[in-house]
């Protein structure tokens, strides 16, 4: 049976991909959206479909949604360094006040709910891989902080409104993801490396470049996502590749891929508390979800090489 389905953040990256998968398997969706890191470009191939519709709306306001809603997706917030350092209190209010106003509809709705979390929950982290049971190692004060910290608020009261009023909630952490319609210069690794090689240019390392990440591609997050959803799973379930590399093996992948021979070059670290490694234990998505990524980091890189290729030249950039 078709489901009505509110995706806030609806206009981002991630989020516009959801769209398209709860569109794909015939549900309607309602895409919120303030545009402030969120582009109408992503959803621009949806305008005109009988089952979506976009609402410019800031959802740290109070909430209103006409008709039935099914489930609740809240993928609204700014994601990247750049926006911590641009937007703090932005990202601290969607990540509180945001989360409540759209629980609060979800449980007006009696609709399942579902917060998009993150690995930076986990912080600069002590125990490798990172598993849902670590509790996290992050600094309040410093500039990442409004960002995670909002965001493990957003757990605790995503938690909260399940005990407390039964809304059915799943929480999903989320671990480093990349694919087409990612900003361009969102400050993040991979369209940096990217844009930085399809110009001809040296690909900037902060520090000595081991500090580890590991990457999943867009269709895979989206997947883990759609069987989150509809799973019985209300505690925090960790959606990553474990594939982990070091920046400088992520980079030298994508200067192969490109065909970039400017090599690299080392900077001095741009901000404190950057996780030194990052690899997600999935254990719980392959018991729980029958989950686990399929798409290896040279094809997710292959799909979306050619995208940013696109994007500059119709940016007039390459």
Not at 68 to 83: C, G, M, Q
Not at 141 to 160: H, N
Not at 186 to 194: L, M, S, T, Y
């Amino acid at each position: 049976m078709p489901l009505a389905i509110l995706i806030t953040g609806g206009a981002g990256f991630l989020g516009s991909h959801l769209c398209d998968r709860f569109l794909s398997e015939g549900h309607r969706v309602i895409a919120m959206d303030n545009l402030i890191t969120g582009n109408t470009d992503n959803i621009a191939h949806l305008a005109g479909h009988e089952r979506f519709t976009f609402i410019k709306y800031d959802v740290t306001n109070y909430m209103f949604v006409e008709g039935p809603l099914d489930a609740v997706l809240h993928f609204a917030s700014p994601a990247s360094p750049i926006d911590y350092l641009e937007l703090p209190i932005q990202t601290l209010k969607v990540g509180a006040l945001g989360t409540h106003k759209v629980l609060g509809l979800a449980k007006h709705k009696q609709a399942r709910f579902l917060l998009a979390s993150t690995s930076e929950v986990y912080g600069d982290p002590q125990i490798h891989p990172q598993p849902e049971t670590y509790y996290g190692h992050v600094n309040p004060i410093g500039p990442r902080g409004v960002y995670d910290e909002a965001k493990r608020f957003a757990e605790a009261l995503t938690m909260a409104y399940h005990n407390c009023h039964g809304v059915q909630t799943r929480i999903v952490r989320i671990f480093n993801t990349y694919g087409p319609r990612m900003r361009l210069r969102d400050g993040r690794v991979v369209p940096n490396f990217i844009i930085q090689a399809l110009k001809g240019e040296p690909l900037t390392l902060y520090g000595d470049g081991l500090q580890t990440r590991s990457f999943q591609y867009v269709s895979d997050l989206v997947e883990g996502i759609y069987r989150l959803l509809f799973s019985d799973e209300v505690e925090p379930v960790n959606i990553g590749n474990p594939g982990e590399f070091t920046i400088r093996e992520f980079a030298e992948v994508v200067n192969r891929l490109t065909g970039n021979s400017a090599g690299m070059i080392c900077k001095d670290l741009r901000t404190r508390d950057d996780p030194q490694v990052r690899q997600p234990d999935i254990t719980k998505a392959r018991r729980i979800l029958n989950w686990e990524p399929a798409v290896s980091l040279e094809e997710g890189l292959e799909r979306t090489i050619p995208w940013f290729r696109e994007e500059l030249r119709r940016r007039g950039e390459l």
